[in-house]
């Protein structure tokens, strides 16, 4: 049997793409005449090859496999089971880079962590991007919390929808930006009142759009506020990252510290190897409006001062709990919005406190 071009293409014809529901040669995914080469001799038993360059919209397409595959076998069924079958394939957009090239402009990473629920993780996660937005360095924050996203409504930006931009050929998330820090959430492109019902890889893959697919541009730093525990999204983090330090949020309990014990242990773990900058002691003590002066230990005392010198780790901050703190982030403007206040000078504080640890930690690198 003799090959031509015309064949190729009508065997591609049979083959439905799903993301237009159309065949390959209607969606204009065929990038060039397909080659036909004769094979002399033939080599294992193979008589014709065959070289086809499908077009597809990104790198990340998720019918690429499936696609390319189904294409394979629509040749050989044609054309015949002794056909050599080369498909290569070509993007609209350009390929995402590689994982080690992610976020070229970004400076300084940081994971702000907890090992358990409910310590105020994301509460500091988002008054110290501000802060340091209020230092005047380019911030960024990433919410890595797929199942409970909590930043849009802490940002009072529960209605955005960021939009694509092309940045050097390729298509990227324009995060969302307020208060001097560009943000991203799932909780941008999911409702807010439906549970997210994925599975890990589902997760993990949204995750790392979040961070490869969107245009972050230039950042002296970039918060990842990570979700409590450690999951498949903390090693994806870690495996497509390379993170300047771990920041660990606790509550002085003796069950908070527990489970901080374990989120560094996570870091320092040797395949791993993230350095733990410090320890940031959320509700450290309650201080009612009316008695600004008054401390009263409801969740113990220094429980976290404690653990950061048995883990030989600075203590970064101990943020009181103060009615304010949680008002604020329930209206949308977080503590550190007014450095005026008590609380929003402590959140500067743990700013300052945190660049001079990043600094220190670089200088004795070199």
Not at 105 to 133: D, E, R
Not at 250 to 261: E, G, H, I, W, Y
Request: aromatic content about 6%; charged content about 20%.
């Amino acid at each position: 049997m003799t090959l031509y071009p015309k064949l190729i293409m009508d065997a591609l014809a049979t083959v439905t793409y799903a993301g237009t529901k159309k065949n390959l040669v209607e969606s204009e995914m065929v990038a060039d005449t397909p080659t036909v080469t004769p094979l002399n001799p033939a080599v294992d038993g193979k008589n014709w090859k065959v070289g086809v360059v499908l077009l597809f919209p990104r790198d990340t397409d998720p019918f690429l496999k499936s696609t390319v595959k189904a294409a394979e076998a629509a040749i050989k069924y044609h054309c015949g089971q002794d056909v050599e079958v080369n498909i290569a394939t070509e993007y609209k957009t350009k390929p995402r880079p590689d994982d080690a090239h992610l976020l070229p402009g970004v400076k300084n990473i940081i994971a702000v962590s907890s090992g358990k629920g409910g310590v105020g993780k994301s509460t500091v996660s988002a008054n110290l991007a501000i802060a340091l937005a209020r230092l005047g360095y380019k911030v960024g924050l990433l919410d890595t919390d797929i199942f409970g996203p909590s930043m849009p409504k802490m940002f009072h930006v529960e209605d955005a929808r960021p939009y694509a931009v092309k940045v050097d050929g390729r298509d990227l998330i324009e995060p969302v930006e307020k208060y001097g820090v560009k943000l991203l959430s799932i909780g941008f492109f999911v409702s807010p009142t439906t549970a997210t019902l994925w599975r890990g890889g589902m997760a993990t893959s949204a995750v790392k759009q979040l961070i490869g697919d969107a245009d972050w541009g230039e950042l002296d730093y970039f918060i990842l506020d990570t979700p409590p525990g450690t999951s498949d999204i903390h090693l994806t983090l870690l495996q497509t990252l390379t993170i300047t330090g771990a920041v660990i949020v606790s509550t002085p309990q003796q069950v908070a510290l527990a489970d901080a014990r374990k989120g560094i242990d996570m870091y320092r773990n040797e395949k791993v190897n993230v350095p733990i900058l410090g320890l940031i002691e959320n509700m450290a003590w309650f201080t009612p409006a009316e008695l600004p002066e008054n401390k009263y230990y409801i969740f113990g005392k220094e429980g976290c001062k404690q653990l950061a010198q048995e883990m030989g780790v600075p203590l970064l901050a101990q943020i009181p709990l103060v009615q304010s703190i949680c008002e604020s982030g329930d209206e949308g403007e977080p503590a550190a919005t007014r450095v005026d206040t008590m609380t929003g000078q402590a959140f500067i504080n743990l700013a300052q406190a945190v660049v001079t640890v990043v600094n220190r930690r670089k200088k004795s690198e070199n």
